[in-house]
């Protein structure tokens, strides 16, 4: 134990002198997490704790113990601290005005390996005008973590490519685009190289199929490495998507647009963007034809329509038969609407129809069904539009019932005059069909029996109601001489 120590409970109240210095010098350049690294170890040697190891910073500080080992070898490079122990393992904090001193003597010397400084000297020669450009290039070692053979590489072709216009500003972004792309040795330098080479001649034919013919700039470069190593297009796939500048200025900001979209999508190769973009289009130029079937030509439908659109084929209607509900809707009044149409859709589904001949059979059938109507309305003397409840009777008088039209008529006939006709001609026909009559002559015979037998006995009870409904005009008129026949009521 130390002769004197400040009681250990202080050190939460106390302070840590921290240098301007080392605020002006190093921390404004360094990552954030370092900086963490750097105070709470300047901390605790202030005020020293003796469970403190790499393990217990690490946790306290919210951070893994890799890391915390990388912001000590950051600042170890920089000659702010010293690994003095490995087992555990201990630093200790340099002097920082005695360091600035010892550096103004030899402002490459950072303690690092001085064949790698006097490289870098003879590389750069007079380029190397002040201290920071030391500083930024071990940056390139300390944070973007390139390795001392990579920076070398990087310094001589920046210099050979410069042309004697060498820019520390253009060369700490290739060595930024390096470490984001895992340049960590020679050989990925070699292989990045090539690689660049290869995209850098299909980034001008991409240009000149864009129409310009020129050099890539650095942003369009980066741009061309985006879509192919994060987004993970294939060069052909990106030479395909080009095909849809042809709608609008083609330029490379509107490439990535098509190309992010792309990208959402999942199609990265060639063949599933082609077949991709060629569904598209087939599914816009068919909406564009919907748009125009509901009076809309011209206008280009949005995307949440090309979803609807889309989603009536997914239910498995084809595209004739949409089109057919397109032409209904658009018969209303209203002019029609995308609403109207899966109305009626979802209307032929519910009916069983599967296929546009099967709706066009339909078709042909309400057609038929109207005419008879029609000539069924003429015999029972009365004028109506044609409805659908009627044609549900008709159907099935001559379907379910097996009632020849012939029939339908004469009880149409018989039905005329009454207040509901439809219903009463109904009746007929359901008597007729219990009687087991399916002939003409049957039903006229039964008809005259029917009226015979109950001409006589009044209008009391529901059966002479029902002769009476059977009757002419002339009859019932004289029939209901000493009463009143209510002729709407049907009995149930």
């Known amino acids: ?50 469970r403190m190891s790499l393990t217990s910073m690490a946790r306290d500080l919210d951070m893994t113990e890799e890391d915390v080992e990388h912001a000590f070898r950051y600042w170890a490079r920089n000659g702010l601290v010293r690994q003095v122990g490995d087992n555990p393992v201990c630093y200790a904090y340099m002097n920082i005005k005695q360091l600035t ?23 750069l020669g007079d380029r ?88 890539p700039s650095d942003d369009e470069k980066a741009l061309y490495n985006k879509w192919l190593d994060e987004w993970g297009f294939t060069e052909d796939a990106v030479q395909e998507a080009c095909r849809e500048t042809t709608k609008g200025v083609p330029t490379m900001a509107y490439l990535d647009g098509i190309l992010m979209r792309q990208h959402q999508l999942g199609r990265h190769d060639v063949q599933e963007l082609a077949a991709g973009m060629a569904r598209e289009h087939t599914e816009r130029d068919f909406a564009r034809e919907v748009y125009a079937g509901l009076g809309r030509a011209g206008v280009t439908p949005p995307q949440e329509d090309l979803a609807v659109i889309d989603g009536w084929r997914q239910m498995g209607f084809t595209q004739e038969m949409i089109l057919m509900a ?22 032929w589904k519910n009916r ?33 539009r044609v409805n659908q409840p009627d044609r549900d009777l008709l159907s099935r008088w001559l379907g379910e019932m097996h009632m020849p039209m012939e029939l339908v008529q004469l009880a149409a006939d018989y039905a005329r005059g009454s207040a509901s006709p439809m219903m009463v001609c109904n009746r007929i026909l359901v008597s007729w069909q219990q009687a087991g009559i399916t002939n003409e002559a049957a ?16 209008v009391q009870t529901a059966r002479t109601q029902d002769v009476l409904l059977r009757q002419t005009p002339q009859e019932r008129r004289a029939a209901y001489s000493a009463a009143v026949v209510d002729l709407d009521e049907e009995e149930s």
């Open 1 to 50: 134990m130390a002769f004197c120590a400040f009681d250990g409970s202080a050190a939460g109240f106390d302070v840590t002198p921290v240098e301007n210095m080392f605020i002006t010098e190093y921390m404004l350049r360094a990552p954030g997490d370092y900086v963490k690294v750097y105070l709470y170890g300047l901390m605790i040697c202030y005020h020293n704790q003796e």
């Open 352 to 384: 069983g129809f599967a296929s546009a001949d099967q709706v066009r059979a339909a078709r042909v059938r309400v057609k038929a069904l109207n005419e008879q109507l029609r000539a069924v309305y003429g015999v029972m003397g009365i004028e109506k």
């Open 128 to 215: 190397l005008t002040e201290s920071a450009d030391y500083q930024k290039i071990f940056d390139w070692v300390d944070v973007l973590e390139l390795s001392e053979e990579v920076v070398l590489m990087l310094l001589q072709m920046e210099v050979k490519k410069s042309r004697g216009r060498f820019s520390f500003r253009v060369a700490d972004r290739t060595a930024r685009d390096w470490a984001q792309r895992g340049v960590r040795t020679a050989e990925d330098v070699e292989k990045l190289v090539i690689i660049d080479e290869e995209r850098k001649k299909s980034l001008k034919k991409l240009l000149a199929r864009l129409g310009q013919r020129r050099e």
């Open 326 to 347: 397109v032409s209904e809707a658009h018969a209303k009044t209203t002019g029609g609407s995308l609403e109207d149409v899966e109305a009626k859709l979802l209307d």
């Open 101 to 123: 001193l010892t550096r103004a003597q030899d402002p490459g010397e950072k303690l690092y390996n001085r064949s790698f400084t006097e490289e870098v000297r003879r590389i």
């Open 443 to 458: 039903a006229r015979e039964e008809h005259e029996a029917h009226l015979r037998t109950g001409a006589g006995k009044g």
